[in-house]
């Protein structure tokens, strides 16, 4: 009603530039009447060479704190996002508001830089524009959500041993024996199985690989004798071959870890991934005793040659 208002008591000449007019009411209301961010708790100023535009990257003044609409938001604090693909939950770290502020400022606009959560599953930080912080969330909803996610975290593995010839904990078995092939699968919390931590972005899931070690604790120190990397294989789980026979005595450890494809790190984000340990000793061979039949044996004594005692 007031745009027509306004257009009405123009002159002639301007309610045909309806466009321009327009433009400028537009403007005049956005000055007027928007509601306007606070940024308090002035940092500094900063250049953002993350910037897609050469000309936007300088300068940008950094902020610990807003006041929005009636709330607060500071660095620390735990905020989910609205409008994004995906939905991202995150810790605040820092506010930017394009400009060459020195103090506190009401502006309309600006962009927040969180760190990603859980990090022990994203581990990553993202720049948004501050109106697509959910303010409608609870904060206990935020948390639940973040709870929810590390769900997703690689928990444990499941061991199987489908060809037979299972290795059992604490087991003992006799020298020349055989392990088994082992079938792997890496499960979340959730007991689904899974191949790669999840990621926020496009491609940035981490492929998962699981190494298979048996280590001989020899009396001079431990010896690794066996080592392989098994990746998933798309429609098959991870899988081992069938290990040739052990014939050194002694005390072993077969462990199974999960690692990461690019740096076959065994933690990501400080947390260690899952690991399964089998501990077995090797003894000498099982030697089957057969019942020999035994045969008399004859002394012959010298004072009396024609007497043969019978010895058992």
Not at 14 to 24: A, L, P, V, Y
Not at 159 to 180: M, R, S, Y
Request: glycine content about 8%; aromatic content about 8%.
């Amino acid at each position: 009603m007031d745009f027509v208002m306004h257009m009405q008591n123009s002159p002639q000449e301007q309610r045909m530039k309806i466009d321009r007019e327009f433009t400028s009411w537009l403007k005049d209301c956005h000055e007027k009447y928007d509601k306007q961010i606070k940024f308090t708790l002035f940092k500094g100023i900063i250049t953002r060479t993350d910037h897609p535009s050469k000309r936007m990257q300088s300068p940008w003044a950094t902020y610990s704190a807003i006041e929005w609409d009636g709330k607060t938001y500071k660095t620390g604090q735990l905020i989910k996002t609205i409008k994004t693909l995906p939905i991202l939950c995150g810790r605040i770290l820092q506010f930017f508001l394009y400009g060459d502020h020195v103090e506190d400022v009401y502006a309309t606009g600006g962009e927040v830089q969180i760190a990603l959560e859980p990090q022990a599953l994203y581990d990553e930080k993202k720049i948004i524009p501050i109106c697509k912080i959910d303010r409608s969330v609870p904060d206990k909803a935020v948390k639940k959500y973040i709870e929810e996610e590390m769900e997703k975290f690689p928990n444990k593995l499941s061991v199987t041993w489908p060809e037979g010839d299972e290795l059992l904990p604490n087991e003992t078995k006799h020298a020349g024996t055989t392990i088994g092939a082992l079938r792997i699968e890496i499960l979340n919390k959730r007991g689904e199985a899974m191949q790669k931590l999840p990621g926020a972005s496009h491609g940035g899931s981490k492929k998962l690989l699981v190494e298979l070690k048996v280590i001989l604790h020899a009396p001079d120190g431990d010896k690794e004798i066996i080592s392989h990397i098994s990746q998933h294989g798309g429609k098959w789980p991870y899988w081992f071959k069938r290990m040739g026979s052990i014939n050194k005595l002694g005390s072993y450890t077969l462990k199974l870890q999960v690692v990461l494809n690019e740096s076959n790190a065994d933690t990501y984000s400080g947390r260690p991934l899952p690991s399964k340990i089998f501990k077995f000793n090797i003894i000498g061979k099982h030697i089957s005793v057969a019942w020999l039949k035994v045969c008399p044996v004859y002394v012959i004594c010298p004072h009396n040659l024609g007497v043969l005692e019978s010895v058992v």
